[in-house]
């Protein structure tokens, strides 16, 4: 059981990390909706634990990228460039049922 506490302890706090990383890479206020969650993955050739990350700008527009590990593996780095902010908008329709 101690095992356990400790890890979603860690998991809560890799996930909040992202979340900060996120806010601070794409000019987010301090209270902008940022959702990190770990999902699995059944699809072939797919890691079998992902990332993925959704947040939503000030015009109301959703944004979200996956990363393809383990949120407590998830490094600064690893997030898109601020320049790709309008490439990673969700298009409504697009079949993306990830977030």
């Known amino acids: 059981m101690r095992a ?3 890890r979603s302890v860690a998991h809560q706090q890799a996930a909040e990390r992202v979340a900060a990383w996120t806010r601070e ?17 059944a699809v072939p050739g797919c890691p079998p634990l992902e990332t993925v990350v959704a947040f939503w700008t000030d ?17 600064i ?8 902010l309008r490439s990673l908008a969700a298009v409504e329709g697009d079949g993306c049922d990830c977030c």
Do not use: I
């Open 77 to 84: 780095d690893d997030l898109p460039y601020a320049w790709l």
């Open 25 to 41: 890479r794409f000019s987010l206020p301090p209270e902008a909706a940022v959702l990190v969650a770990e999902v699995n993955c």
């Open 4 to 6: 356990r506490a400790a």
């Open 59 to 75: 015009d109301g527009t959703r944004h979200h990228f996956k990363l393809f590990k383990p949120v407590e593996a998830v490094l």
